[in-house]
DNA sequence: GCTGAGGTGCCTACAGGTCTGTATCCTTGA
DNA sequence: TCAAGGATACAGACCTGTAGGCACCTCAGC
């Protein structure tokens, strides 16, 4: 099941490729022509697997979803079981990303500015965000932040601004200017727990909608 | 001297258009050809003044820096005369910006992410978020910040967020988490000054480097 | 007032490149 | 034999940038 096993087909070199191109010069500005060049698959074979380029597209966007959602889960683990530290945590994601050889910002703001607003792609990643923002929302819910929503739309603000400054230039002061911030605010906005009660309440549902 | 009271020349149109072709899909979606037909201009006389594709761009994101600096330190000044208080005025600019039909996120940004690293468009994206920054982090340091850098990073980067999220979807309540965030990050780095010392303490020079 | 020159701008065509997507034929390996 | 894939050519659209010809306005000089 996992990719790594086998040896890649060429459905496998062209999303690589394909994700390296459409992330390095945007979607518009990767040609089909380039990645199959780059890919060393037939254009015929591309166009099997991928009848039309929104269609690699949106599977260069379902990719970059789930590596860097992934990353920023990670991240927010790796901080801990207090989902206000999970809070602050997950900008370490955005640090890493910003050190990564070849950081271009966010692949969904960048696709996103090129794309026809009502387009599939558009749409995609138009999803991506929102599902992003729900779970942090979630998370700042089960931090105890007084307004979660507010909570959650200005920490992935944050983020989204992190990100997108690095299709300027990748300074790594960005990320750390970011998480000191996200500190403050989530400081701000949930009470902090005595130190007696740091053991989660975790009986009752953690998905009720507000 | 002001292109008010004349009627606009080829070089008024074209530029007009451009504005409006190049935020609405990208400089690298409005072709030459569009901007021509839009504008009512022939070809030959956009080509006698702006000699590449290019020079348009660099003019439009000229254009683009005037009227979105202009507006940020408007919303600054309506502020009041506390820089504390501008700091966080300036986030009304971010509020007016998406609340304007056809928003669509931040020019800079999306312009930066479809165009080649090196070249003379890209510098002047990364000139004009540099130029902002300064001018924050300036005002940050005139609002008694314990780090000013930092807070300028952090106003900006979220500034920053709010104008790419729009590229997505232009949902208010961005703008509004945004200068909430952005009134708990000045409160917390900024020293509250005595009612009693609020006149400015504008003898020494504002301008000294960290 | 008339005329001609120069500046400004419009119209059309086109050269040469790139782009997506299709069609045709060939190779390789199970 | 059959499926997967490679090589190549090409159609049609769109892109930037150039060339040549023509219409109008303004203004100086007669």
Redesign the interface.
Same mark, same amino acid.
């Given at each position: 099941m996992s990719p790594s096993d086998r040896r890649p087909t060429a459905r496998d070199k062209i999303l690589e490729t394909a994700f390296r191109l459409f992330y390095e010069r945007?979607p518009?500005?990767a040609g089909i022509d380039t990645v199959v060049a780059e890919s060393g698959v037939a254009k015929t074979t591309l166009y099997k697997y991928f009848p039309r380029k929104d269609d690699l597209v949106l599977a260069y966007l379902d990719e970059v979803d789930h590596t860097w959602f992934g990353s920023l889960r990670a991240a927010a683990r790796a901080a801990g079981d207090d989902p206000r530290e999970q809070l602050v945590g997950m900008f370490d994601a955005l640090g890493s990303a910003c050190r990564r050889e070849g950081y271009?910002?966010?692949a969904?703001?960048?696709t996103?500015?090129?794309s026809e607003p009502g387009s599939a792609v558009h749409r995609r990643?138009?999803e991506h965000?929102a599902v992003v923002r729900a779970w942090v929302t979630d998370l700042a819910r089960r931090a105890g932040a007084a307004d979660a929503?507010?909570l959650g739309?200005?920490l992935?603000?944050?983020?989204?601004?992190?990100?997108?400054?690095g299709?300027?230039?990748a300074d790594p002061?960005?990320p750390a200017?970011?998480k000191? =911030?996200a500190r403050?605010?989530v400081d =701000? =906005?949930c009470p902090s727990p005595r130190v007696g009660e740091m053991r989660p309440r975790a009986f009752g549902p953690s998905g009720e909608a507000s």
């Open positions: 945007g518009r500005g271009h910002g966010c969904f703001i960048n996103a500015a090129e990643t138009v965000k929503q507010l739309r200005q992935t603000t944050l983020l989204d601004g992190g990100l997108a400054g299709v300027l230039d002061a960005i200017a970011a000191a =911030a403050a605010l =701000a =906005a």
